[in-house]
């Protein structure tokens, strides 16, 4: 069992900058792939990025590319997500997730562990 709990969300401007945080407890996380995902109201969720368990391998939704990094930190069993560039269609609830794999996933249904979100809110 993994659990999972972000933090750093809040409301910015566009162009402004924030970073998410995702505590992860229960297992080693240094094996598990982590993700970002995000849900806007009447929207599926979608995914944003995914670092591999050794932070050796990431990878990044089109649409986030050159604008959100995603790092991990396992001495601290945390992985981050800075965004930089906000626009008001970034505008979601964000939730990170967990498996145990080798590769970094893409799709939510493959992963199996999820937090239980935080708002990020960018005003034009």
Known sequence: QVQLVESGGG???AGGSLRLSCAAS???V???VMGWFRQA???EREFVA???GSGSNTYYADSVKGRFTIVRDNAKNTVYLQMYSLKPEDTAVY???AVSALTVRVVPDWYDY???GTQVTVSS
């Open 11 to 13: 409301l910015v401007q």
């Open 50 to 52: 995914a670092i591999s």
């Open 95 to 97: 939730y990170c997730a």
């Open 30 to 32: 240094s094996t598990i």
């Open 114 to 116: 999820w937090g239980q």
């Open 26 to 28: 229960g297992r080693t």
């Open 41 to 43: 109201p009447g929207k």
